[in-house]
C-alpha cells in the first residue's frame, strides 16, 4: 500500500502522472473511476486518494493533457469525465518511455552487487 | 508546458471564474455521491468534510491562482473604497493633480531639453561662435572673415559650415510673403546629415560668390504657399529680390533651426571687405574620435591668431563651440529644471496629504483589521491588502493624472508660451505614459507604506479595546500624521516662497518703463519691407518712405507717424561702435558697441521719448545738410559726464571708416530700452534717416490718441497703394509687444504660482485633515473640559493652537528648504534677491494663516460639542 501525498518528490509524482495516462488510454472516465482503474490496473498496489488525484487531474488539464466532457455517472448524475488528447498522448509515449530508461537503471543497478 | 495552452488556459480561468467554480462543485459532488454508494459511510462521511479543503487544492494548480488572489484583493480594496467615497474622490483628485502635473512638465522637460534633435548622431554637431570685445556677447556671431580663417584652419570638423537665420521677403509664389528661412554654405545639410524629400540639398561649390541663387523649401510651405505644385523643382522665387531656384524640398520632419523656418538659399561667400558685419554662427560635426573639448580649443588657436593678425578690432577674443541641442534648448534650462523641482515638490505633497487621509482611515477601520487580525490573518497578509488598495488609488490617481497630462499639453502646445523651442516635440507619448504609471505605482507604495505598517504594528488586543473603550487612539499614528502635514507644509511653503519671488519680480518687470511715455495701447507698428530690386539706394528708399510718412500722417487718427528700425522694448535693429571726436583712448581700445537706431524725424514724438537737451530731428537734416546725431541720456552721462555733449562730434569707428564724416550731436533724449525690459536702458545713438545709408526694412510707428489698433487696416491700404509689393508684417501695439517681451516671465510665474496654489491647498486639507481627525478622537474630552466650564473660544483657541504648532514647526522646516531652493532660481529672478526679505516674511504668513483657516473649521465643529451627548457617546 503507498499513499501518494500530494507533496511527493518528482518521481511519484510524475508516477501518478503516467498512472492516470495510462488509465485514460482505453477510454474516458470520470475521478472515481479513474482512481479505480489505477487501482485495478496497479493490482491494488496503487490508492490514490482524492487529494493526490483531483489536483493532478487539475493541474494536467491546465497543462493540456487532458479534457473534459461531460457525461452521465453510473448513478444518473451530470459528471466530469476527463480524455487524453493528442498532447496527452504524446504525453503518455515520452514518460512510458522515461520510465521504462529508468527502471531498466534501477534493475541494473540493484542486480550489479 | 505550453505556453499558449498555458495563456489560454488562464484566460480561460479568469474569463470564465463562476462557470469554473460551478464545475468544480459539479465534479466533487457527483464524486461524493459515487462514493456514497460505494464506500463506507464513514468514508463518505470524511470525505465530505474534506471537500472544502480539497477544492482549494484543486484551485491552488489552476493557472491564475496567484492572480486571482490579487483579484480578489483589488476587488476587496474597491469595495472599501466606494464604500468612503469622499475620501476616494479627494484621495484620487489630489494624486490626479500630483501625478498629472508631474507627467505634464517630465513630458515638456523631456520634449525639450533631453528627446534629441531629428538629426542623426545630433550629440556631435556643434555650434561655433565668436567672442569679443567690445561685441562682448557670450555666444556671439561670426563675420565671414572669421569663418573663412576658422574653415582654413579645421581639423577637429568634418567640415566648418556658416548659417544665418533670417527673413525673407517672397515674390514669384502666390503673393508678396515675409518668410523666416536661413542661408548657409554648401556643406548645411550634410552636416546634419538630412535627406530631401524631393530634389536635392545644396551642392559642393553653390556657396562661392559667383554661384547662381539656389533655395530648398520646407514641405509644409510648398503645401501652403507654393499649391504643393509637382514640378516646384526648377521653379523661380525671389528672395530679397534676389532670384534663386528652387532645388529641393525638405519633409516637414526638418525644421533647423526652429518650426517657423520655410526655407533654406545658399549663402554665397562674397570676399570681405572688413571683418563685419557679424551674425552668422558656425555649425559643424566632429570628426570621430574627436572631443568637443579638443575642438574648442583647436578654435581657440584660431581665434588668437584672428586677435594678433587684427589687434583693431578684436581683444580677447575665442570662438565657443557648443552642443547644437544647448543651443537650440537656450535658456530655458533652469526654468525647465525649477519646473521639475516643484511638480516633484508637488507630488511629494499630494502623496503625503494621502497618506494623512489614509491613516485617518485606518483608524475608522481600526477594528475591521483588527478583527481580521485575531482571526488569523497575518500582518503580510493585511500589509499586502493595504498596499493593494492605495496602489488601486495611486493607479486611479495616475489614470486620472494622465487625462490631466494630455489636456495640460495640449493646451501647453496652444498657447505655447515665450516661444518654448522644441515645444512641437512635446507630447504624451509611451515613455511619458511609462513614467506616469511609475510615478503612480512608487507614489502608491510611498504612502501605503506608512499606514499600513502602521496597522500591521498595532496589537489586535489593545486597539479592540482602544475603541471598545473610545479612548484616546493610536498614539503612533499620530505622530505619524503631525510629521507628514508638518512635511507638507514645509513644502508648501518652498513652493509659496518661489512662486512670491517670481512673483515680484514679474511685478517689477511690468513696473518697467520701456523709456516711450505714450500710452502704450496708442502706439501701433508695422514692419514694411519693400523689394530691393525696386530700391536699390538711398535715392529711391528715402522718397519711398517720405511718401509712406506723408500717407501715414494724413491717415485720420493718426497724431504722429515716423519710421525707425529699431523699437522698444527689444526690438533692437543694429548696434555698432563709435568713436567721440578728440576723445583720447588708449591704442587698440574701443568704446563698446552701442544701439544705433535710423530714425525719422516725429519718432521720438510717437513713442514719447523725452527731449533731455538740444532738438530733435527736423525735415531739413538731409542728405545736404551737415550730418547730424542724437544720443541718449545714458550714453551723455557716460561719456560727457561733465560737459554739454551738444555741438560734439562723433561717428561709427572701424577701421574702414576713417573717410566716414563726424556727426554733430544735436541733441539728447530720453533712455529707451532695446534689448528687453530686464535691460538697462541702451546707450543709443540716433540717426536721422535721411542721411543714412539705408536699409531697405524699417518700422512704421504711429501714435493716436486713443487706442491705435484701429489704425492697421487704413495704414495698410495707404502702403499697398505706393507699393503693392512691399511686405508688411508685424503689426502690434506697443502695448502687445511689452507683453510679448514678458510672455516667458509670465509663463514661469503662472505655473509656479499655480503649482504653489495647489501646494496651499493641499497642504489645507492636510493640516484640516489632522485636526478634524483629532477633534473627532477627542469628543469625550472635550465634553469633559465643557462640563468642567472650560468656554468655547478656549476650546476653539485650543484646536487653533494644535494646527498653529504644527504650522510653526513645518514653516521653520520649510524657510530653511526656501532658502536652498530659491537659490537656484536666482538666475530667473529679476530685481529681487533669492533670499528677498519680503516674499520670506509674507510667504510664512500666509501658510500661517491657512493652516490657521483650516484648524478653525474643525474647532468650532469643537466647540459645539453638546457635553452631554459628548459623555453619552458610545
Redesign the interface.
Known amino acids: 500500500m503507498s499513499e501518494l501525498a500530494?507533496k511527493t518528490t518528482n518521481l511519484l509524482q510524475g508516477t501518478l502522472d503516467l498512472l492516470i495516462l495510462r488509465a485514460l488510454s482505453l477510454e474516458p472516465l470520470?475521478?472515481?473511476g479513474i482512481s479505480r482503474r489505477i487501482e485495478q490496473i496497479t493490482r491494488g498496489t496503487f490508492q490514490v486518494k482524492?487529494?493526490s488525484l483531483?489536483?493532478?487531474l487539475?493541474?494536467m488539464?491546465?497543462?493540456?493533457w487532458l479534457a473534459?466532457s461531460w457525461g452521465e455517472?453510473?448513478?444518473n448524475?451530470?459528471?466530469?469525465y476527463y480524455r487524453l488528447t493528442a498532447?496527452g498522448r504524446r504525453q503518455a509515449q515520452t514518460e512510458t518511455e522515461e520510465w521504462q530508461r529508468i527502471s531498466l537503471a534501477i534493475a541494473a543497478a540493484l542486480q550489479a552487487t | 508546458?505550453?505556453k499558449l495552452?498555458?495563456l489560454s488556459?488562464l484566460w480561460h480561468n479568469l474569463t470564465h471564474r463562476q462557470k469554473v467554480e460551478r464545475?468544480l462543485d459539479?465534479?466533487?459532488?457527483?464524486?461524493l455521491?459515487?462514493?456514497a454508494?460505494e464506500s463506507s459511510p464513514r468514508e463518505a462521511r470524511l470525505?465530505a468534510g474534506?471537500i472544502e479543503?480539497?477544492k482549494e487544492?484543486?484551485r491552488?494548480?489552476?493557472?491564475g491562482f496567484i492572480m486571482q488572489t490579487i483579484l480578489q484583493d483589488v476587488r476587496y480594496g474597491w469595495r472599501m473604497l466606494r464604500r468612503s467615497p469622499t475620501f476616494t474622490v479627494v484621495a484620487i483628485l489630489a494624486l490626479a493633480l500630483g501625478i498629472g502635473a508631474t507627467t505634464t512638465i517630465f513630458s515638456i522637460v523631456y520634449g525639450v531639453l533631453l528627446r534629441p534633435l531629428p538629426y542623426p548622431g545630433d550629440d556631435r554637431i556643434a555650434m561655433v561662435f565668436n567672442h569679443f570685445s567690445p561685441q562682448n556677447t557670450e555666444h556671439g556671431t561670426l563675420s565671414i572673415a572669421d569663418y573663412l580663417d576658422w574653415k582654413k584652419g579645421n581639423h577637429a570638423f568634418e567640415s566648418a559650415e556658416l548659417f544665418r537665420p533670417d527673413a525673407f521677403d517672397v515674390t514669384g509664389g502666390k503673393e508678396p510673403d515675409r518668410v523666416q528661412g536661413v542661408s548657409a554654405t554648401a556643406g548645411f545639410f550634410s552636416a546634419l546629415r538630412v535627406q530631401p524629400l524631393m530634389g536635392r540639398g545644396f551642392l559642393p561649390g553653390e556657396d562661392a560668390a559667383n554661384a547662381s541663387g539656389v533655395v530648398v523649401v520646407s514641405e509644409n510651405w510648398w503645401r501652403t504657399s507654393l499649391a504643393a505644385d509637382p514640378g516646384i523643382l526648377g521653379r523661380k522665387l525671389n528672395l530679397n529680390g534676389v532670384p534663386c531656384t528652387v532645388v529641393g524640398v525638405m519633409p516637414s520632419s526638418f525644421h533647423f533651426p526652429r518650426p517657423p523656418f520655410k526655407l533654406w538659399t545658399n549663402l554665397r561667400l562674397i570676399p570681405p571687405k572688413r571683418r563685419g558685419p557679424f551674425g552668422w554662427r558656425g555649425l559643424a560635426r566632429l570628426k570621430p574620435g574627436v572631443t568637443l573639448a579638443q575642438a574648442q580649443m583647436e578654435t581657440n588657436g584660431i581665434a588668437r591668431q584672428i586677435e594678433q593678425e587684427h589687434p583693431m578690432e578684436y581683444h580677447h577674443m575665442s570662438m565657443p563651440v557648443a552642443p547644437l541641442r544647448d543651443e537650440i534648448v537656450g535658456n530655458v534650462r533652469v526654468a525647465f529644471l525649477a519646473f521639475l523641482g516643484a511638480v516633484f515638490v508637488l507630488l511629494a505633497i499630494a502623496a503625503a496629504n494621502v497618506a494623512c487621509l489614509l491613516l485617518a482611515r485606518a483608524t475608522v477601520r481600526e477594528r475591521e483589521i483588527a478583527l481580521r487580525a485575531s482571526l488569523g490573518a497575518s500582518s503580510g497578509r493585511l500589509i499586502r491588502q493595504l498596499l493593494t488598495e492605495s496602489l488601486l488609488l495611486s493607479v486611479m490617481g495616475g489614470a486620472a493624472g494622465c487625462v490631466l497630462a494630455y489636456l495640460g499639453i495640449a493646451a501647453l502646445r496652444a498657447w505655447n508660451p515665450g516661444n518654448l523651442p522644441r515645444i512641437e516635440d512635446v507630447r504624451l507619448d509611451g515613455l511619458a505614459l511609462a513614467f506616469a504609471l511609475l510615478v503612480s505605482v512608487a507614489t502608491g507604495i510611498l504612502f501605503g507604506l506608512a499606514p499600513a505598517f502602521q496597522s500591521g504594528r498595532d496589537r489586535p488586543a489593545s486597539s479592540l479595546r482602544e475603541g471598545g473603550r473610545g479612548g484616546t487612539a493610536g498614539t503612533g499614528r499620530r505622530r505619524l500624521q503631525a510629521v507628514l502635514v508638518m512635511g507638507e507644509l514645509a513644502l508648501a511653503l518652498v513652493l509659496v516662497t518661489s512662486a512670491g519671488l517670481l512673483v515680484r519680480s514679474f511685478v517689477l518687470l511690468g513696473q518697467v518703463h520701456s523709456g516711450a511715455q505714450a500710452p502704450p495701447e496708442s502706439v501701433l507698428s508695422m514692419k514694411i519691407s519693400p523689394i530691393p530690386s525696386k530700391y536699390r539706394n538711398s535715392d529711391q528708399i528715402i522718397p519711398f518712405y517720405k511718401r509712406v510718412l506723408e500717407r501715414a500722417q494724413a491717415t485720420p487718427g493718426v497724431t504722429y507717424a515716423a519710421i525707425s528700425d529699431s523699437l522698444p522694448p527689444d526690438r533692437q535693429y543694429d548696434y555698432d561702435t563709435f568713436v567721440i571726436q578728440g576723445q583720447q583712448l588708449a591704442p587698440g581700445d574701443i568704446n563698446p558697441a552701442v544701439t544705433c537706431p535710423i530714425v525719422s524725424p516725429d519718432y521720438f514724438r510717437s513713442l514719447g521719448v523725452p527731449l533731455v537737451r538740444g532738438r530733435f530731428f527736423t525735415e531739413h537734416d538731409n542728405g545736404d545738410a551737415p550730418p547730424v546725431v542724437i544720443i541718449s541720456e545714458s550714453l551723455a552721462r557716460r561719456y560727457f559726464p561733465n560737459d554739454n555733449p551738444i555741438g560734439r562730434r562723433l561717428k561709427a569707428s572701424g577701421p574702414e571708416l576713417h573717410d566716414t564724416p563726424f556727426m554733430e550731436i544735436v541733441g539728447v533724449v530720453g533712455g529707451v530700452r532695446y534689448t528687453g525690459l530686464d535691460s538697462d536702458p541702451a546707450d543709443a545713438y540716433y540717426q536721422p534717416y535721411a542721411q543714412t545709408l539705408y536699409y531697405q526694412r524699417t518700422n512704421l510707428v504711429v501714435r493716436s490718441n486713443g487706442p491705435a489698433a484701429a489704425l492697421a487696416p487704413a495704414l495698410r491700404r495707404e502702403i499697398r497703394a505706393l507699393d503693392p509689393d512691399t511686405v508688411i508684417s508685424d503689426v502690434v501695439t506697443l502695448e502687445e509687444a511689452l507683453g510679448a517681451s514678458v510672455v516667458g516671465p509670465r509663463f514661469r510665474t503662472l505655473l509656479v504660482g499655480g503649482f504653489a496654489l495647489c501646494a496651499l491647498l493641499l497642504a489645507a486639507i492636510g493640516i484640516y485633515g489632522v485636526i478634524a481627525y483629532s477633534v473627532a478622537q477627542r469628543t469625550q474630552e472635550i465634553g469633559i473640559r465643557m462640563a468642567l466650564g472650560a468656554g468655547r473660544s478656549s476650546v476653539i483657541g485650543q484646536v487653533v493652537a494644535q494646527g498653529l504648532r504644527l504650522a510653526l514647526a513645518g514653516t521653520v522646516l520649510g524657510v530653511a528648504g526656501a532658502l536652498f531652493a530659491t537659490r537656484l532660481l536666482s538666475s530667473l529672478l529679476f530685481a529681487v534677491k533669492a533670499t528677498d526679505v519680503v516674499t520670506f516674511a509674507v510667504g510664512p504668513l500666509i501658510l500661517i494663516a491657512v493652516a490657521a483657516l483650516a484648524s478653525f473649521v474643525p474647532a468650532c465643529r469643537a466647540a459645539m460639542v453638546d457635553p452631554v451627548i459628548a459623555l453619552r457617546h458610545e
Open positions: 500530494p470520470h475521478g472515481l482524492p487529494g483531483f489536483p493532478a487539475h493541474r488539464e491546465e497543462a493540456g473534459p455517472s453510473e448513478n448524475r451530470k459528471a466530469k498532447a | 508546458m505550453d495552452v498555458y488556459r464545475d459539479q465534479e466533487m459532488s457527483t464524486y455521491s459515487l462514493l454508494e470525505a474534506g479543503q480539497l487544492q484543486v491552488e494548480v489552476k493557472a
